[in-house]
């Protein structure tokens, strides 16, 4: 099993910056890859970000040139680098791990607010 925790969450306002991390634990070998999502009130989830265990990364168009996302392997964590940042990315962001059994691991999330 993995679990994740997210961090780094907050207020601030638009065309500020946040860095979101998530602290994987347990069975970290297990993981093809990391996902960041996000889901604001009323929509539906939606891929944010995703690193690959090979490193290779992709994004929603929506958040290109924006957003980064990146890992330290070392301190078993992906980031979210989040800048210029708009209203509508408000939201609840959580990460989730794709594992090698085909399981979904989901962190509990953490929102993100960004007034205009």
């Known amino acids: 099993q993995v679990q994740l925790v997210e961090s780094g969450g907050g207020l601030v306002q638009a065309g500020g910056s946040l860095r979101l991390s998530c602290i994987a634990s347990?069975?970290?070998?297990?993981?093809?890859?990391i996902r960041w999502n996000r889901q604001a009130p009323g929509k539906r989830r939606e891929l944010v970000a995703v690193?690959?265990?090979?490193?290779?990364?992709n994004y929603a168009d929506s958040v290109k040139g924006r957003f980064t996302i990146s890992r330290d392997n070392a301190k078993n964590t992906v980031y979210l680098q989040m800048s210029g940042l708009k209203p509508e990315d408000t939201a609840a962001y959580y990460c989730?791990?794709?594992?090698?059994?085909?399981?979904?691991?989901w962190g509990q999330g953490t929102q993100v607010t960004v007034s205009s």
């Open positions: 347990g069975s970290i070998l297990s993981i093809n890859a």
């Open positions: 989730s791990a794709e594992l090698r059994n085909g399981i979904m691991a």
């Open positions: 690193i690959t265990s090979g490193g290779s990364t």
